[in-house]
């Protein structure tokens, strides 16, 4: 037998560790000599950052700990690999590390960006008739990827969204007076956890005003004039709101604000202050007070509001993951493929890589009511068997423990 190398990229999730113990544990189980973690994904092993997950993680206590650690253990990164066929350097060096590790096995969790490594990967390995299986095992909280139901990630931060929003209407109705409250959500061009902001309505709970998704294009004038016709209806107006709406011209509405924003490595501008703008625009048109609420990096790695049915299925593509690559399999992404909603249940299957790498699932338009303020049963049928069940935190002094080294 050889060894087996997993990374972590991209944004983190409450479940990403879940995925990883999937893949360290299917690994072994099936006879993997060792299993190495790439310490900040691929860029750390360009470097020959890795770590002996095997060793690390020999204890079951350790193990359940890591499937209740929010974010990526291993450590992540933004780290765009060029086109094997225009520059193979990189290629050359990331295969020496490779072949000088004995691995046999490599796998990426990540997003679009981290299909895309293992989509150039696998090409550059076939070029060279590489032994090597690599495998993409899904996983964002923007549940963008193609040929999968869903990403796991996306679950828990739909739960934690469904809360907040709960929680926010509450507070935003406390003092009987005019107040617009937007409540900013990430989703650069998939507006899947904006649309989750729907989960909060419920016999305890009225619901959001208005969704404003990146699938639409946004209009400065419409949207106050909803504003004000809402408000006119009832004081307290509650807007949930994508990062990454756009006006027709294509532009991201942040970008009104001209703060100064950072580019990553795939070219993403940073979308933050949306709800901040909106704010400010709706202050100065209308006479009511404003409220603009950011949940920034506190949708994705909210551990404590877990969604068991989440937790369960990283871990499930980790263990697919291994389990395909160990038979054979290369250039594939473990996907979801549900069976039913209800009762919810859900499987797993192959992909070619190349179909996932670089494309974007949208939230479908025919399930955004009419008047583009609601999302329709269809989406709540959708998204609500994703936040079933709870995981609950390990604890000590009373906060929940995580696993850091």
């Known amino acids: 037998m050889a060894n087996a190398i997993v990374g972590q990229s991209g944004g983190p999730t409450s479940v990403i560790n879940s995925s990883l113990a999937g893949v360290l544990q299917a690994c072994e189980m099936r006879g993997a000599d060792r299993v190495y973690g790439m310490l900040h994904g691929i860029q750390g092993l360009l470097e020959e950052k890795v770590c002996d997950l095997s ?47 004995d691995i046999r096995w490599f796998f990426y969790i990540g997003g679009n960006d981290s299909m895309d490594t293992i989509n150039k990967l696998a090409r550059y390995g076939e070029r060279v008739g590489s032994e090597i299986r690599f495998m993409g095992v899904p996983k964002t909280i923007d549940n963008d990827l193609m040929l999968t139901d869903h990403t796991p990630g996306f679950g828990s931060a739909a739960k934690y969204i469904g809360v907040v929003m709960k929680e926010v209407i509450r507070d935003a109705t406390v003092y009987g007076t005019k107040y617009v409250t937007l409540v900013e959500i990430m989703g650069r061009n998939a507006g899947w956890l904006t649309a989750s902001a729907a989960l909060a309505r419920g016999e305890d709970c009225e619901g959001v005003d208005l969704i404003c998704l990146p699938e639409l294009p946004f209009h400065e004038d419409r949207f106050l004039a909803k504003v ?101 399999e290369t250039a594939k992404m473990v996907a979801l493929k549900r069976l039913s909603n209800d009762p919810y249940q859900c499987t797993t299957e192959l992909v070619n890589i190349n179909d996932v790498a670089n494309f974007e699932k949208k939230v479908p338009v025919e399930w955004i009511n009419e008047e583009r303020t609601d999302m329709k049963p269809e989406f709540l049928a959708y998204a609500r068997p994703l936040i079933q069940a709870e995981l609950t935190p390990i604890f000590i002094n009373g906060l929940t423990q995580h696993i850091v080294e």
């Open 55 to 101: 060793e690390r993680m020999k204890s079951f206590l350790n193990i359940e700990l890591l499937k209740r650690t929010p974010s990526s253990y291993l450590g992540s990164c933004r780290y765009r690999l060029p086109a094997p066929e225009e520059d193979e350097a990189v290629f050359e060096k990331l295969f020496k590390i490779l072949k000088k590790l």
């Open 228 to 328: 004000e016709r809402m408000q006119k209806e009832r004081e307290s107006v509650v807007i949930a709101v994508s990062e990454g709406i756009r006006l027709p011209d294509g532009r991201f509405v942040c970008e009104l604000s001209n703060d100064a924003r950072s580019v990553d490595a795939f070219g993403h501008i940073n979308l933050t202050g949306t709800a901040r703008y909106l704010s400010n625009l709706v202050a100065r048109n209308l006479p009511t007070k404003t409220r603009a609420v950011e949940l920034s990096i506190l949708q994705r790695c909210a551990g404590h509001l877990t969604s068991r049915t989440d937790i369960t299925e990283a871990y499930q593509v980790g263990g697919a993951a291994a389990k395909a690559a160990f038979e054979g």
